[in-house]
């Protein structure tokens, strides 16, 4: 996800350093341009589009997740039709179908993994937790995660030059294949079913999330057994929600209305320990063993 939750904004991060580079460099009368039309100059397509999803596809068929059927050449063409000779903000999640089609997959009941705003954290858990399977281990999150994409109405080609901000658009390219393939992965999703919250920002559940917009309207309680939401705070806090606590509470209401047994834990370890591999000295990581050094 990806780029995939719509409220993660890259790009305004990337607007606000340039934008300082800016007034450093040439002056308050730039800055206030840029801030006359914000976010409008914006990152075009991702170069060499073609050649990172097509060596995607080819790596996931052939290395990654090989046996599965998929012709590569036939996704990329389904996908160019979605896109291209479309206006840049008219892309709808059904244009996607036809490229949805040529990718069917199935994933192993009680190893789904769902998550929202927990994005750098999930790379580490997937990367341990290696049965669990994310939106981003499917073909469509593997071959499209972190891509931008968008063309013109009068375009045979991506454009290069900017594409606009997904929250400006009603059909935004890259969110719409994120919103179908999201709903394609929760409606797939089958026995015990993870989701993984960030208990350190407020509306650790977004009802404006792809996850509390998309994949939770379709998970589907007769194939699901368990959703087991896991909250994670940074080490450092702050620590705004937990089980019960704030929109988590919601969310709880919302899977018990809709009939899913649930289970919510704010303290699992395994997540702690992966925080600590990059922060060993922070003292919510202090074992035993260090307190009672052995000389
Ligand atoms: C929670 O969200 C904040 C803000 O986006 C982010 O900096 C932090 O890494 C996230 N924490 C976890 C545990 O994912
Ligand atoms: C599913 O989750 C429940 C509740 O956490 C747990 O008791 C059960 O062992 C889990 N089953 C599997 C197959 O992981």
Known sequence: MPLHDPKYNKNCQIFAISSVKVLIST????LFMMCAAPLRAHLGTTPNIK???????????TLVNPGGRFDCEEIWRAFEEAVLRQASCEVAAEHYRR?????????????????SKTRKLIQDYAAVAR??????????????????????????????GSCPEWSACLHHPVHSLW?????NFAEMACGNVTVLLNGSIEKAFNRNSMFGSVELDNLNPQRVNYVNIKVVSNLD??????CGRGSIAD?????????????CSDNDRILTMLQCVHKPEHRACRTCADAHPVN
């Open 99 to 115: 490229m949805f089609r040529a990718m069917p997959q199935t994933g192993t009941c009680d190893r789904f993994l769902l998550w």
């Open 27 to 30: 002056g308050l009368l730039v």
């Open 237 to 242: 806090g702050p620590f705004i929600e937990s």
């Open 131 to 160: 049965h669990l399977w994310t939106l981003e281990d499917t073909l469509a999150g593997y071959m499209f995660n972190d891509l931008i994409w968008c063309s013109q109405q009068e375009d045979s080609d991506f454009d290069f």
């Open 251 to 263: 969310l709880i209401h919302i899977l018990q209305a809709r009939g899913f047994r649930w289970t």
């Open 179 to 183: 919103r179908q393939a999201s709903k």
């Open 51 to 61: 050649h990172i999803v097509m060596g995607r596809c080819f790596n996931y068929v």
